[in-house]
């Protein structure tokens, strides 16, 4: 009995201190902030394309169409080469062997089941041009040589780092200037950063160029314009606010 009333007593005065601290808590006074963002952009002259192109070739039979698709996506590749593209930036990123299908009119105005009239190969590659002076010129020369479908080209940096970074600093910089004028407009003194992030995406190349390559276009060189690529930062920073 004894034991049982101490304990009571001891969860009385424990339940006593906790009410008692619960005001004190709620009355502690929550830090003056001022929440501002920032942005920077910095910009690049391209120094790389990513070029997507496809050999698609047909024939009556599935052995046919793979040999002709070879035969000018070798060619292709050989030009490639010859033009100074490296092994390491020409990968394969497609292909695929799929059957034709003919379904012709039956006599009660329907139609037949359908059949297999040939066979299609598409063999298409992903080549970054890191010089693009070249990148008319082999654009030309793969049409020639047999690249008749799809395709884009995207201009890129290599490495974009050091325009990124600056953009980095612009934005910070951009971020403090504005706390700065808030609290001199409100009176009162810019404190510490509580907490800085960051909202950065990586620019997906832009195309520039998507179509069927039409066989006309073996008639002259493709002009290509390189413009800039923006790279744009965004910081979020949070002051303290001293009293």
């Known amino acids: 009995m004894k034991t049982t009333l101490n304990a ?13 601290a619960a005001p004190a808590l709620a009355e502690t006074p929550r830090e003056a902030t001022v929440i501002v963002s920032g942005e920077g952009e910095a910009t690049l002259t391209p120094d790389m394309a990513i070029l997507t192109m496809a050999v698609v070739r047909e024939a009556e039979t599935a052995a046919d169409a793979l040999s002709a698709n070879n035969e000018a996506m070798a060619a292709v590749l050989a030009d490639l080469k010859q033009a100074g593209v490296e092994e390491r930036d020409v990968q394969t990123s497609g292909f695929s062997v799929s059957p034709r299908y003919r379904q012709d009119p039956s006599t009660d105005g329907g139609y037949e089941a359908p059949e297999i009239a ?18 008319g010129g082999i654009i030309d020369r793969s049409v020639k ?3 008749n479908d799809g395709g884009n080209i995207a201009l890129t940096n290599d490495n974009p780092d050091a325009a990124v970074a600056q953009a980095r600093k612009e934005a910070v910089a951009d971020a403090a200037a ?7 407009a409100a009176g009162v003194k810019l404190g510490r950063i509580i907490e800085i992030n960051e ?23 493709v002009p290509i314009a390189s413009g800039e690529n923006s790279y744009t930062v965004t910081v979020n920073i949070t002051y303290a606010i001293e009293q």
């Open 199 to 221: 909202n950065f995406a990586r620019p997906m190349p832009q195309p520039i160029y998507r179509a069927a390559m039409a066989k006309e276009m073996s008639d002259a060189s």
């Open 145 to 147: 040589l047999g690249v």
């Open 8 to 20: 009571t007593l001891a969860a009385a005065a424990l339940f006593g201190l906790t009410a008692a």
């Open 178 to 184: 504005k706390a700065k004028a808030l609290t001199d």
């Open 118 to 135: 040939g066979y299609q190969v598409s063999n298409s590659v992903t080549v970054r041009v890191r010089d693009l002076t070249a990148l």
